[in-house]
């Protein structure tokens, strides 16, 4: 089995910023992309940021220039380095990891985190 833990969120000032981290565990030969969604109040779940296995990046236009996803493979972890935050950047934020287990290392499975709630008010 593989299980995603997220970590870092909380409560912050508008134009503060917060570090998100995701780190996967279990039996893992591989990880391809790794993902950030968001999900606010009444809201649909939105892409925020994803990164492939070798670096590359997509980004959500409402956060373009804040915000930054980067991974560490050796430790199957992503972060989202979040700055000048605003309010409607509340959410909760999940983790998805696209995973080739060791058990079945051709087959490709999709593992979400539980979530960590963002907070941005004054």
């Known amino acids: 089995q593989v299980q995603l833990v997220e970590s870092g969120g909380g409560l912050v000032q508008p134009g503060g910023s917060l570090r998100l981290s995701c780190a996967a565990s279990?039996?893992?030969?591989?990880?391809?992309?790794m993902t950030w969604y968001r999900q606010a109040p009444g809201k649909g779940r939105e892409l925020v940021a994803a990164?492939?296995?070798?670096?590359?990046?997509n980004y959500a236009d409402s956060v373009k220039g804040r915000f930054t996803i980067s991974r560490d493979n050796a430790r199957n972890t992503v972060y989202l380095q979040m700055n000048s935050l605003k309010p409607e950047d509340t959410a909760v934020y999940y983790c998805?990891?696209?995973?080739?287990?060791?058990?079945?290392?051709?087959?490709?499975?999709?593992?979400w985190g539980q979530g960590t709630q963002v907070t941005v008010s004054s």
């Open positions: 990164i492939t296995s070798g670096g590359s990046t």
């Open positions: 279990g039996t893992i030969f591989r990880i391809n992309d």
């Open positions: 998805n990891a696209r995973v080739l287990p060791s058990y079945s290392p051709r087959n490709e499975y999709d593992y």
